[in-house]
């Protein structure tokens, strides 16, 4: 199997310059568990300026990208901090990624991949492109396999994003097919150089 580290996200597309999709429903899935600030209090804040680095680089609008994004950790810690109808400028998405807290905990991924598919992508807009970004360190303390084998059944694309001690097996487990495009393997220091090729991915759609 072939991941793509940072040193292949040199690439920016700006306002999707050449995509096949400008108009697509995004959803990042972010792990909160107590181990992102563990070895450097400014993990989290890393993980939202990455997300935000991508808000600015697509256009966000009701009739054009929009944007989803959910948090988790241990059990029933699952939550919805932006579904995909609360945001359509740029800046007003920016400022709520930027308040969302940290919970830390545990990491139940499994049941996160669950929630999101009944609690996000059910409101995703039919006939377009629906893609998961799942950010992740570590390995979770229940299976992902089932829960996202549901979600990519349903036509999500997820592309897993391990960062840390993330675990490739369960990053592939969870990511759609080729693996070459849909799994990034990064430092947390690294991950805003991951916008690129991301939005490589995003471009091409499903």
């Known amino acids: ?61 009701e009739n054009n990208t929009r944007v989803g994004l959910a948090t988790f950790s241990g059990q029933n810690t699952f939550t919805v901090r932006i579904s995909f109808t609360d945001f359509f400028t740029t800046d007003a998405l920016i400022n709520a990624v930027q308040m969302i807290p940290y919970d830390s905990g545990g990491t139940r991924t499994g049941e996160a991949l669950d929630r999101i598919r009944t609690d996000l992508f059910s409101m995703a807009r039919e006939g377009l492109p629906h ?28 592309i897993s994003v391990g960062v840390g001690d993330a675990v490739f097996e369960e990053l592939a487990d969870m990511a759609s097919e080729p693996d070459s495009e849909n799994i990034y393997d990064v430092t947390f220091e690294s991950l805003g150089n991951l916008t690129g090729s991301l939005l490589e991915s995003v471009c091409k759609g499903k």
Not at 12 to 30: E, I
Not at 34 to 45: C, L, P, T, V
Not at 131 to 158: C, E, F, H, N, W
Request: include cysteine; hydrophobic fraction near 40%.
């Open 131 to 158: 893609i998961l970004v799942v950010l992740t360190d570590g390995k979770s303390q229940d299976s992902v396999t089932a829960p996202s084998r549901r979600l990519r059944q349903m036509g999500v694309q997820i």
């Open 1 to 61: 199997m072939l991941i793509r580290s940072e040193n292949q996200s040199c690439l920016f597309f700006f306002y999707f310059s050449g995509c096949n999709y400008t108009t697509v429903d995004v959803g990042f899935l972010v792990d909160s568990s107590g181990s992102i600030n563990a070895a450097d209090s400014f993990n989290y804040q890393r993980i939202k300026d990455f997300i935000k680095g991508f808000i600015r680089s697509v256009v966000i609008g």
